[in-house]
C-alpha cells in the first residue's frame, strides 16, 4: 500500500467551477499535510499546509482535513484556466515526507 | 529573498557515468532535502540534512547514490556509476527547520542514455 494516494485524472473543470482533489494516506501517526502545485516543466510550489481537522481556507483554496478518515482535499473555487496544473499532496511523517503521484487538473476556459 | 538555487539545470550522460548536482538553499534554511522525481511521479526523498547532519537516508540507494553538506549551507548529490533508470529530475529544497514549509529549487533534469 502506497503511503499517499490520489486520483491521477486527469481532472476536467469549466472555468468558474469549483475544483475537488482528493488524498488518502496510510499512517495514522502522519502529523501535516500539505498540497503542491506543479506547472509542466516547473517544480513544485507550496499552495498551502494543514495540520489540525477541519477546514483552512486561504484565498479561493481550502483544504479540508479528516484524520480519523487519513483523508486530506483541496477545493479550488472560481476555477481559472491558470489553476490547470498537477497538483500533489503530501504528507509528513516523523522525518519522513511522502508525495502522492498528483492529479493533473484541466480547467475549461 | 533568493529562493533555492540548483546546477546544472540539466545533464546529458551515458550509463556507468558519474554526474553531480549541486544546491544552495535559501539563507538560514537549517534543513535541505534532495528528491528524485521521475516523468509522471511525486517526488521521493532520498536524504535530508539538518545543517550538515543527515536526518533520514533511508531511501537513498547507497550503493551508488551519495550526499554531503558539509558546512551546512550548501549540498552535493552524486552518482556513481549512472543507471538508465536515474534519469529522472532531481529536485532540491529547504526548509527553516524539520516539518517546516520546504522551498524548492528548479530542479536538475537528468537524462542517462
Known amino acids: 500500500q502506497k503511503e499517499v494516494e490520489q486520483n491521477s485524472g486527469p481532472l476536467s473543470v469549466p472555468e468558474g467551477a469549483i475544483a475537488s482533489l482528493n488524498c488518502t494516506y496510510s499512517d495514522r501517526g502522519s502529523q501535516s499535510f500539505f498540497w503542491y502545485r506543479q506547472y509542466s516543466g516547473k517544480s513544485p510550489e507550496l499552495i498551502m499546509f494543514?495540520?489540525?481537522?477541519g477546514d483552512k481556507e486561504d484565498g479561493r483554496f481550502t483544504a479540508q482535513l479528516n484524520k480519523a478518515s487519513q483523508y486530506v482535499s483541496l477545493l479550488i473555487r472560481d476555477s481559472q484556466p491558470s489553476d490547470s496544473a498537477t497538483y500533489l499532496c503530501?504528507?509528513?511523517?516523523?522525518?519522513?515526507?511522502?508525495f502522492g503521484t498528483g492529479t493533473s487538473l484541466t480547467v475549461i476556459p | 529573498e533568493a529562493g533555492v538555487a540548483q546546477s546544472p539545470r540539466y545533464k546529458i550522460i551515458e550509463k556507468r557515468q558519474s554526474v553531480a548536482f549541486w544546491c544552495n538553499p535559501i539563507?538560514?534554511?537549517?534543513?535541505l532535502y534532495w528528491y528524485q522525481q521521475i516523468l509522471g511521479q511525486g517526488p521521493k526523498l532520498l536524504i535530508q540534512f539538518q545543517n550538515n547532519g543527515v536526518v533520514d537516508d533511508s531511501q537513498l540507494p547507497k550503493d551508488r547514490f551519495s550526499a554531503e553538506r558539509l558546512k551546512g549551507v550548501d549540498s552535493t548529490l552524486k552518482i556513481q556509476p549512472a543507471k538508465l533508470e536515474d534519469s529522472a529530475v532531481y529536485l532540491c529544497?529547504?526548509?527553516?527547520?524539520?516539518?517546516?514549509?520546504?522551498?524548492f529549487g528548479p530542479g536538475t533534469r537528468l537524462l542517462v542514455l
Open positions: 539563507s538560514g534554511h537549517a534543513t
Open positions: 503530501a504528507v509528513r511523517t516523523g522525518n519522513q515526507f511522502y
Open positions: 529544497a529547504s526548509s527553516l527547520g524539520i516539518g517546516e514549509t520546504q522551498y
Open positions: 494543514i495540520y489540525s481537522n
